[in-house]
Nanobody, 124 residues
């Protein structure tokens, strides 16, 4: 079955950086677009970033544009989210998702598979 495993989360001070990884198995990773989402306590899951199958085209939420970079290494079946200039409001559980279909990359319902999430905490 499809499995996505996120890693790389942790506690960091404001202004710091983290790189999240998402290791995929059970599917031909290179044939699916994928995204990163996050969910803070008491809030809905929100879109963060999206990459097409090759990674040549990407999209970002306005709140992270210019600070976060999504990438993928299809040879390693792994996607990444490089997060720089972190802010306390970036604190959330971060999820990767794949097997996107539909017209809206922002909608979590358009992704078939999800990882378990990794906690990112940014202190002020």
């Amino acid at each position: 079955q499809v499995q996505l495993v996120e890693s790389g989360g942790g506690l960091v001070q404001a202004g710091g950086s983290l790189r999240l990884s998402c290791a995929a198995s059970g599917l031909t990773f290179s044939t699916y677009s994928m995204g990163w989402f996050r969910q803070a306590p008491g809030k809905e899951r929100e879109f963060v970033a999206f990459a097409t199958r090759s990674g040549s085209s990407t999209n970002y939420a306005d709140s992270v544009k210019g600070r976060f970079t999504i990438s993928r290494d299809n040879a390693k079946n792994t996607a990444y989210l490089q997060m720089n200039s972190l802010k306390p409001e970036d604190t959330a559980v971060y999820y990767c998702a794949t097997r996107w279909s539909g017209s809206n990359i922002n909608n979590p319902k358009n992704y078939a598979d999800w990882g378990q999430g990794t906690q990112v905490t940014v202190s002020s």
